[in-house]
C-alpha cells in the first residue's frame, strides 16, 4: 500500500513539473507580451496622432539619452492634454471591444453544444426547457 501511494505522488509530481515553464520560455513569454503592450500603445496613439505614434516607437527602440531633442519632442507631444484626453478615449474604446467579443464568445458557447454542434429543435438548456 505504502509503494502505491508513493508511485501515485511521484507520477503527480512528474506530471506537474512536465507542465511548468522553464526560466526560458517564462522569460521569452513576458518579453513577447511585453512588445505586444508596446504595440498596442503605439496603435492607440497612431489613433489620436500618428507623429507621436511615430515618437513612441522611436522612443522604445532607442535610449532615451541618445537623441534629447527627439525625447523632449516625445514629452511635448505626450504630455499635451488634448493628446492624453484622446489617448484615454482609445484606451476605454479597446477595452470595450475587448468586453464585447468576450460577451459575443460567451453567447456563442451558450449557444452551441461542446460535441455535437448546434440543436436548434431541441433543450438548450434548463432555462428554456422549464426544469
Not at 518579453?31 to 496622432?49: F, G, I
Not at 534629447?68 to 516625445?74: F, G, H, N, T
Request: aromatic share 10%; hydrophobic share 40%.
Amino acid at each position: 500500500m505504502n509503494v502505491k501511494n508513493t508511485v501515485c505522488c511521484c507520477g503527480i509530481m512528474l506530471g506537474l513539473t512536465a507542465c511548468a515553464l522553464t526560466p526560458e520560455q517564462r522569460a521569452a513569454q513576458q518579453a513577447a507580451e511585453w512588445r505586444a503592450q508596446q504595440q498596442l500603445a503605439v496603435s492607440l496613439a497612431a489613433q489620436c496622432d500618428p507623429a507621436a505614434a511615430r515618437l513612441m516607437q522611436a522612443q522604445m527602440q532607442t535610449d532615451a539619452a541618445q537623441n534629447a531633442a527627439e525625447a523632449e519632442a516625445y514629452r511635448q507631444t505626450v504630455g499635451n492634454p488634448v493628446f492624453q484626453r484622446c489617448y484615454q478615449l482609445a484606451w476605454e474604446n479597446h477595452l470595450n471591444q475587448v468586453r464585447l467579443q468576450a460577451a459575443d464568445q460567451a453567447l456563442r458557447r451558450r449557444e452551441y453544444d461542446d460535441w455535437w454542434g448546434p440543436w436548434p429543435f431541441a433543450c438548450r438548456g434548463y432555462r428554456y426547457c422549464g426544469w
